[in-house]
Every structure is written in structure tokens, then in C-alpha cells.
């Protein structure tokens, strides 16, 4: 059974706690007290701090006597052990069999319990000295002794029935939640912490961990020491915490209790810049660091999400498998999950799978619309002409489309009353941010951001569409229009993955990521929100070349096909009425993509003209520069 070291300041309540422990586990107690030579009894009733010279045979001994105790059953031993260096020189038998409980409190609880103590030589004067002395150990039981007797042997008894937790997750949230029922699910033995916020945010993990307690057992703590203290080492954490400062002050919080080679992992949406500068710091640590996007919403993160972590090989090595076993699987069963590249790679990908999102979000919210209210077509008609598409897409996005506009309240379609402003989050941002910085064009992605930004503007476009009189009063005919219509949504969602994926090429270029498009592809062929059968046919395009995606054999002549529906759809939308922000960006940014001469020679002269910004030209060899005094026509 091995040897129970049940450890802390004076007054913590070593003996009272470790003879009730020993009484559960029918072993034998003993307080290390009891084998103090004189010499130390008399200094202690002296009021005189025992210095390291003192204990040194007093701590030989107790080895010796834990060996023992270790061949013969096991016991419980009552013992200070405040420092790191008494402890390993305690270890004389193996780690496995030698169990530390650590009793702690703050400073005026074990105070008050001293000072109503009797019938002990240990002063409460001499407890600032026991605290200065103290280093908390980072392993073992740390156990909360501001409570009862019997709570505390009841907490004590609990986690050495419970086997160590291969991960810990903290973060409570719906996605939160789901990842833990997803990983219980799986049969990986887990650990739940959430923040104890007084009237706001109480008892969350217990809460949760009773409420699932039927199926599955596991522990929830609000102590963040009880909590790490639950996990196996190497340690194996996964924060699932609201993006930005709230990562940064979770971090903070747990590293003091962590060791070299334990791995923490940010499974929200953090922004890839922040991801690099946290992975530098954990790495002087020796701390690993994964930034690792999570893909599917409730429900995926439930039954199996997308999951793009990025981060060392090694880091990936300790998550990798449990990551890997709550991803949703592709259509050969494995594993919706890959290492896609160092620091910030995972979540940079992340940022651009939901930059694609609001691209094909939008396309489809705009087809809706112009359908709706040009051709004055009933929600449920519509939802029918997406399910025919869908047949051949088989897009995840047009499929709750179907189920959004077949929803009813009442006798009218629940769409109808749902008000036209949209939010997001800040992904679909940062994916233009970071294509501005990489001087990448991200036409479709970057407008589906702004039509998101003016559909905020309710009250300003309700008064605009009065004072200009965008009325709809055109009515065009649904099945003149509905090939079209498929024809053009087609073109332009190529388009805009397309532009996706170049920002993908670029980033791995600039970053030295190496990232695999078809590998990505493939972990995105299901649980994400972009899945459909383009995707499946994107990780084969990608598997011959990795190269702009209207380059691609097997993408050109359906362009060259569909693109003048596209166009068509486009001119008939504007003239009708009716914004199209990314059908409009997507045949821009194909004209633009497919002319051998745009506007840029006279945008690049009137650049030279007035900041002498010098140009190229066409009778000159590329990398030649020339300067032009326009003025006076030299």
C-alpha cells in the first residue's frame, strides 16, 4: 500500500488527520515528533528554531524507518517536511509507494489553531518562521484544512481512490463543457477546474461533476493547487478561456504549481501573435506550449471537432493522442486532428479556417436574400433549391441553411423575424490584418468581414433606405434565375477558398511554417464548420500541388465554365438593388487575378508623381526603377 507522508507547518493538523487516516486504511500511524533526539525536544520547548544541522540524523532516521514501514504494509507518518531537501532525503523507498498529503492553510488559520492548542512545546510565536521555511511542494495532495475534520479526511480519501487525471481542462464554458463530456466519453480519465467567483461564478466544476456524475466519474475543483496536484505528470492541461487577457491570467496562475515538460494547451480562439510570445515565455520554463484551434461549435466539440494544433513536436508528442481521440474522424476513420506546424501555425490556421467561414456565410446569406426579396420567394422554397445544391456540395453551411429556413414560429418562418444585424467575433479580422500584412489579397474574406460591420448600423441604414428610396420595388422570376444562381454561388465559393488558402501559402513562406494545404484539407473534411465535398476534393488537389488554386487543372475549366453566371448574377443583383458584397468581391478578384494588364500602371505613376516613388517598365528589364519629373512632361 507504501507509506502516506502526510506533511505541513505546525498546527496544520498532521496528527489529529493522519491518525484518522490511518484508521480508513487500517495502517499503522506514527509522528515523526516521536523521533526527535533530546537535544531537538528541548531546543523546540526552548522556543529555539531547529537549523538544518539538527535534523539532519533526525531525518536519517525517519528513511531508514519508511523503508521499513514500506516492506512491511505501509503506514502514516505525521511529518513537517518543509523543505524540498527533507523530502528527498525522506525518499528512500520508490516514488510510486511514497504518497505525500500536503495539510495547508493560510497564516491566521493555522495562527488561531495554535494559540487554542495545549499540552505542545511548539510556540505560536514560531509559526512566521515554520512559513518563511516552508516550499510548498508541487506534487501530491495539497489539501485544504480551513474546513472540518471530517471534510478533510473525507477530501483525502477521495483523491487517493481516484487515479490521477490524464488531462486537466479548465474553463467551463459551452465549449468547455462539451470537450469535457467529449474526452469522458472517449474513456480519457479527466480532471475540471473552474473559477470560484463569489455570487457570480460558484461552485461551477462540482456542479458540473454532479450533474454528469451518473455516467461518468471525474473531479471538478475551484482550487487551483488541488486541481494540478490531480494530474499525472508530465502534466497535460488544456485552457479553454475567453481569448486575450483571461488567457494570459490563467497562465500566470497555474505556472507556479507546474514542472519542466508539462504541456499547457490554449484551445480558444487566440490570435497566432499571441500564441508566439506565450510559447517564448513557457519555453524559458521548460514549459511546452500548444495554441490549438477547435473547430465545430457545441456540437462538434461534443462529438468531434476539427482540431488544428500548432506548437513543438515534442509538446505535440504528450497532446497529440488525446487530441487525436476526441477529433472527429475523416471518411477513412482517422482522426480530424494533425500537427500542423510551430508557435503560432494552429491558430493562424484556425484564424483562416473562420476567415473561409464568413466568406461562404455570407455568399449563401446573400443568394438567400436576393431570393427572398427580388423574386419574392418563400423561405421554405428556398430551403428546397439549397437541399437540390446540397445534393452535390454537401456542405455542412448550406445544410443549416436548409434547417434554418424550414423553421417555423408560430404560422410564419422564423427567419423572417430575426433582426439583419450580424457580429463576429474578431477571426474574420485578424484574417485581413494579417493579409495586409503579408500583402496578400483577401477580397471575398475582408468584404464578408464589412458586411457583417454595416449590418450593425440598423438605425443609419433604415433611415438612408428612406431617404433614398430602396424600396425592392424590381421583381425578378426564381426559376429563370435558380441555375444561374447554382452556377454562380459554385464559382465564387472556389474563389474565396481560394483566396484562403493563398493566405495560407503566403504565412507558411513568411513564418517557415512548411504547412501542409492538403493535410489541412483533410482535417477539414469533417466536425469543422467548412466541411462539404470541395474540401474532400481539395486534399487531393493539394496532394499533386500545393500552388495557387486557380492555377489548378482540375479548378480552371470550372471556372472557365461558370464564371460568366457569376458575372451575370453579380450585374443583375447590383442593378436591381441588391448588395452582393462577396459574389462582387469574388468576380472582381477573378478578373483582377486573370488580366495580364490592370489599372496599376497608372496608380504606380501617380505614386511616382507626387512621392517620387519610381515605377517599372514594360520595354525594361524587371528590377530596373526609373523616376519621372511629370510636370514638365520629361
Given amino acids: 500500500m507504501g507509506v502516506y507522508v502526510v506533511m505541513g507547518v505546525s498546527g496544520s493538523g498532521k ?111 514560531m509559526l512566521a518562521s515554520q512559513f518563511e521555511t516552508l516550499e510548498e511542494p508541487n506534487y501530491g495532495l495539497p ?40 474526452m469522458l466519453s472517449n474513456k480519457v480519465n479527466l480532471s475540471v477546474f473552474n473559477r470560484h467567483v463569489p455570487r457570480k461564478e460558484e461552485n461551477i466544476a462540482k456542479s458540473f461533476v454532479e450533474e ?35 488567457v494570459d491570467a490563467v497562465i500566470e496562475s497555474i505556472i507556479p504549481f507546474l514542472e519542466k515538460g508539462d504541456t499547457i494547451t490554449d484551445g480558444g480562439n487566440s490570435h497566432y501573435k499571441d ?14 506550449f500548444i495554441g490549438s484551434g477547435i473547430s465545430g461549435g457545441e456540437e462538434g466539440a461534443l462529438y468531434g471537432p476539427s482540431i488544428m494544433p500548432g506548437g513543438s513536436e515534442e509538446a505535440y508528442k504528450q497532446m497529440g493522442p488525446i487530441l487525436e481521440k476526441i477529433a472527429a474522424k475523416d471518411k477513412n476513420g482517422n482522426p480530424c486532428c494533425t500537427h500542423i506546424g510551430p508557435d503560432g501555425a494552429g491558430h493562424f490556421v484556425k484564424m483562416l479556417h473562420n476567415g473561409i467561414e464568413y ?78 500584412e503579408l500583402g496578400v489579397s483577401l477580397d471575398t474574406i475582408t468584404a464578408a468581414v464589412w458586411a457583417r460591420n454595416i449590418s450593425g448600423m440598423k438605425e443609419i441604414r433604415v433611415d438612408a433606405s428612406n431617404l433614398y428610396g430602396n424600396t425592392y420595388s424590381q421583381k425578378g422570376n426564381f426559376n429563370e434565375l435558380k441555375k444561374e444562381l447554382f452556377r454562380a454561388y459554385k464559382t465564387a465559393s472556389i474563389i474565396n477558398h481560394a ?44 496532394k499533386v500541388s500545393d500552388n495557387h488554386l486557380l492555377m489548378n487543372n482540375n479548378i480552371i475549366p470550372e471556372i472557365k465554365k461558370n464564371h460568366a453566371a457569376l458575372a451575370k448574377t453579380v450585374g443583375i443583383s447590383i442593378e436591381a438593388g ?40 514594360t520595354d525594361k528589364p524587371r528590377g530596373e526603377f526609373f523616376h519621372t519629373l511629370w510636370k514638365n512632361n520629361s
Fill in 15 to 125: 496528527t489529529t488527520i493522519g491518525k484518522l487516516l490511518s484508521k480508513e486504511l487500517n495502517l499503522p500511524f506514527y509522528d515523526a515528533d516521536d523521533f526527535h533526539p533530546g537535544e531537538n525536544v528541548v531546543k523546540m520547548k526552548n522556543g529555539i528554531p531547529l537549523q538544518d544541522a539538527d535534523r539532519e540524523g533526525w531525518l536519517s532516521v525517519l528513511a531508514d524507518n519508511i523503508q521499513g514501514w514500506d516492506k512491511s504494509g505501509g503506514a502514516v507518518l505525521a511529518c513537517s517536511a518543509l523543505k524540498e531537501k527533507y523530502r528527498k532525503q525522506l525518499t528512500s523507498i520508490p516514488e510510486d509507494d511514497l504518497k505525500w498529503i500536503f495539510l495547508w492553510a493560510d497564516f491566521d488559520v493555522i495562527l488561531n489553531r495554535l494559540k487554542v492548542r495545549k499540552d505542545h512545546y511548539f510556540k505560536p510565536e
Fill in 143 to 182: 489539501i485544504n484544512v480551513n474546513t472540518s475534520e471530517e471534510n478533510i479526511l473525507k477530501n483525502i480519501m477521495a483523491k487517493i481512490k481516484t487515479p490521477e487525471a490524464e488531462i486537466g481542462l479548465i474553463g467551463l464554458g459551452v465549449m468547455g463543457k462539451s470537450l469535457a463530456l467529449n
Fill in 212 to 246: 454528469n456524475s451518473k455516467k461518468y466519474f471525474f473531479n471538478g475543483f475551484d482550487d487551483v493547487k488541488e486541481f494540478i496536484s490531480s494530474l499525472k505528470r508530465p502534466r497535460k492541461i488544456l485552457l479553454m478561456v475567453n481569448a486575450g487577457a483571461a
Fill in 275 to 288: 500564441t508566439f510570445r506565450r510559447e517564448q515565455l513557457l519555453k524559458k520554463k521548460g514549459i511546452h
Fill in 359 to 436: 466568406g461562404e456565410m455570407q455568399l449563401i446569406a446573400e443568394i438567400y436574400h436576393f431570393l427572398r426579396f427580388y423574386t419574392k420567394t418563400a423561405p421554405g422554397t428556398i430551403a428546397d433549391l439549397f437541399d437540390s445544391w446540397n445534393k452535390e456540395l454537401k456542405s455542412y453551411l448550406l445544410e443549416i441553411s436548409v434547417n434554418i429556413l424550414r423553421k417555423k414560429e408560430n404560422e410564419g418562418f422564423l427567419i423572417d423575424k430575426i433582426l439583419d444585424t450580424a457580429k463576429q467575433k474578431g477571426t474574420g479580422g485578424w484574417s485581413t490584418y494579417a493579409a495586409l
Fill in 499 to 542: 483566396i484562403g488558402y493563398d493566405l495560407l501559402r503566403a504565412a507558411s513562406l513568411e513564418f517557415n511554417w512548411n504547412l501542409n494545404l492538403s493535410e489541412i484539407s483533410r482535417i477539414w473534411t469533417n466536425g469543422c464548420i467548412i466541411r462539404s465535398q470541395f474540401m474532400e476534393d481539395l486534399v487531393r488537389i493539394f
Fill in 578 to 617: 441588391y448588395a452582393v458584397p462577396v459574389l462582387s468581391a469574388s468576380i472582381n478578384y477573378l478578373l483582377n487575378f486573370t488580366s495580364s494588364q490592370n489599372s496599376a500602371n497608372m496608380v504606380q505613376a501617380q505614386r511616382d508623381y507626387f512621392g517620387s516613388h519610381t515605377y517599372e517598365r
